[in-house]
């Protein structure tokens, strides 16, 4: 008699938990709009939310550490005229993000080191080219100042944010509404699934097709699609008697799926988000009150399911923090920041471990926030691989004078274009100040060594 062997991994006891009250961020008034975005999106440094705003659309902007209460009298970004659809933070400068709303526009904002003191009106860009709302924003991995924005004029442009300019306009392939659309590792391919039910993946400078599946999923609700390892994609969906579903695909043959798994009858769309440097995909349904998450691997059934971190309120929305903003010493794999009604919760993802020593095979090196090609370069055609870091020593290592070199850079065009000219003063400031508090740390290094001696 074969006795049935659990198969081997050191994800098999992820746990999730919600943090203390205290932690959380109270009294906001998440938006009501009914759109299959994150309606979160969080970095090292802030986390922001769209929030319900009167005449127009806002969402607001916390620093991390702003828990607790939030005053109604909290200043918010809120120059959009319609209802904003979605945000999202620059991956390689913390205090930029982009929006998309309703009145058809895609805006940069700069965000103020400390957070908002004031009501932020003026974005530093504004990039106009969609003719219907725009729901769906996606930064470049690997390329600085490349955003893809998606809307509802079933038009996906590729913007240079630097300069303002639509370099890229796929308009002639979705015959109909986009419901996802997303980069994968390198920046090389766009993936975006469609309400014919079709996913497609796309090569992004060319706007052609490189391969596409109809009928993913057999149902008529929306369908959302990212890239995981090795090029594969991973799809949530219905059936045809409305059973939610979770797919992967190889698209090298995109003929049947690697693996179909029916998970409940719930009506929520399922938001996934990859974890390249685990395997770990969480799929966050709208309106659901819990977490899935799976590992995906090389060996069939391919996707296998890990657990669910289950709580009693249901959740309008889910931000995902990057690995360089996680705590490696308490074994954190992800962290995510759920909204309810009337309040946003840090939920954090744990590896049980008895030791407090970095654990290395739970960290490789991960993407760090180092653009590594710039807009010019990869629209003419040059590729970018992403820089990576080690999160051994956490993230407080990385030089601050970068994020002076990074938003000049992206303000560059539109500051001189107004008139303005830029130095580098404020670069050399930041550099003095922090060779100046080098010097303390070893100095005062040096003197707990000399104490540490003596005592011996």
């Not at 913390?94 to 009106?121: F, K, R, Y």
Request: proline content about 5%; aromatic content about 8%.
């Amino acid at each position: 008699m074969s006795r049935k062997v659990v198969r081997a991994s050191k994800f098999r006891h992820v746990f999730g938990q919600g943090v203390k009250a205290d932690q959380c961020y109270d009294d906001i008034r998440i938006s009501q709009m009914t759109w299959d975005s994150n309606f979160c999106s969080v970095n090292p440094k802030f986390v922001a939310m769209i929030v319900d705003a009167s005449g127009g659309g806002a969402f607001l902007v916390l620093p991390l550490n702003k828990t607790g209460r939030i005053d109604m009298s909290q200043p918010t970004v809120c120059g959009h005229t319609g209802p904003v659809l979605d945000i999202e933070f620059c991956p390689h400068n913390d205090n930029i993000i982009a929006s998309g709303s309703e009145d058809c526009s895609v805006m940069i904002w700069e965000i103020p080191e400390g957070g908002l003191v004031t009501p932020l009106n003026d974005p530093v860009v504004k990039l106009e080219g969609h003719s219907k709302r725009v729901g769906i924003l996606s930064w470049h991995p690997t390329a600085h100042n490349v955003l893809m924005s998606a809307g509802c004029d079933n038009v996906v442009i590729l913007w240079n944010v630097a300069c303002g300019e639509a370099m890229v306009r796929i308009d002639s392939v979705h015959p109909d509404l986009i419901y996802s659309a997303c980069w994968n590792r390198d920046g090389s391919q766009i993936l975006t699934s469609c309400k014919d039910k079709t996913i497609r993946v796309l090569d992004p400078r060319k706007g052609t097709v490189i391969a596409e599946k109809e009928k993913t999923h057999e149902g008529s609700r929306p369908v959302k699609a990212v890239f995981v390892s090795e090029g594969k994609i991973l799809s949530t969906g219905f059936s045809r008697m409305s059973e939610r579903q979770v797919a992967l695909w190889d698209p090298k043959s995109f003929g049947e799926p690697l693996t179909l798994q029916e998970l409940d009858t719930s009506s929520g769309v399922l938001l996934p988000f990859f974890d390249p440097d685990t395997g770990i995909v969480y799929l966050c349904g709208k309106g659901d009150s819990s977490i899935r998450y799976f590992e995906v691997t090389d060996e069939a059934p391919y996707v296998h399911y890990l657990s669910m971190y289950s709580s009693k309120e249901s959740q309008k929305g889910m931000g995902y923090m990057p690995k360089r903003g996680l705590e490696v010493n308490k074994c954190e794999i992800a962290r995510f920041y759920k909204l309810h009604e009337r309040k946003c919760e840090p939920i954090v993802m744990t590896v049980p471990r008895k030791s407090d020593l970095f654990q290395e095979d739970l960290y490789p090196d991960t993407m760090g926030p180092e653009p590594s090609v710039e807009a010019n370069e990869w629209f003419e055609g040059k590729e970018g691989q992403p820089i990576l870091i080690s999160l051994k020593d956490g993230f407080a290592t990385t030089t601050k004078s970068k994020e002076f070199k990074v938003h000049k850079s992206l303000l560059k065009t539109t500051s001189t274009a107004m008139g303005h000219q830029h130095d580098n003063t404020g670069e050399v400031h930041a550099l003095q100040k922090e060779v100046k508090a080098l010097k303390e740390t070893v100095e005062e290094l040096t003197k707990r060594v000399s104490k540490l001696e003596s005592k011996n």
